[in-house]
């Protein structure tokens, strides 16, 4: 297939790590350790894109340990900036000027009724204009934080022991 011609859902990153907006950046961050990402939608209920984060994102906002870590919300992270999103049939030279455009290095795919369909990195744009392009295989799965972290704080001792 020709660049010109190859869409979003042609080249799209088809298996998806979710995190809710409400989860803490301390699941977030160990979402995306554990799942190998870089980048993390953060969708409602109802697996609308409420916006991206980075790991830079994480970083940069991490004060204190785990339990400050496990107290907040990702909500706040995403900093109110706005998310640019591609449909599934967007050709891939209007997804690298929408990347380009909005200084993004990812951008949501979303379908007819409006919830995640996938993930475009430039990695993706890249290996697309490179001719690698891996083959699609199977429907799109976009998976939700599957487990949850609990600080474990020590007990606290009474004074004199």
Not at 60 to 79: D, F, K
Request: hydrophobic share 40%; with cysteine; net charge neutral.
């Amino acid at each position: 297939m020709d660049i010109q011609t190859l869409t979003a859902a042609d080249v799209m990153t088809r298996v998806v790590v979710t995190v809710k907006p409400d989860e803490s950046p301390l699941m977030a961050w160990e979402l995306m350790r554990r799942g190998g990402v870089h980048h993390l939608p953060v969708v409602d209920a109802r697996s609308h894109v409420l916006g991206v984060l980075k790991r830079e994102d994480i970083a940069s906002h991490w004060t204190g340990g785990p339990a400050e870590q496990s107290s907040g919300q990702v909500r706040h992270l995403l900093g109110g900036r706005r998310c640019p999103h591609v449909a599934p049939e967007t050709v891939v030279p209007t997804i690298a000027a929408t990347m380009v455009d909005s200084c993004v290095d990812v951008v949501p795919v979303v379908g007819d009724s409006g919830t995640l369909e996938g993930l475009v990195t430039a990695t993706d744009v890249l290996r697309a204009v490179a001719g690698r392009r891996s083959p699609a295989i199977g429907p799109t799965e976009v998976v939700g934080g599957l487990f949850r972290l609990e600080p474990v704080l020590p007990p606290k001792h009474p004074r004199g022991m």
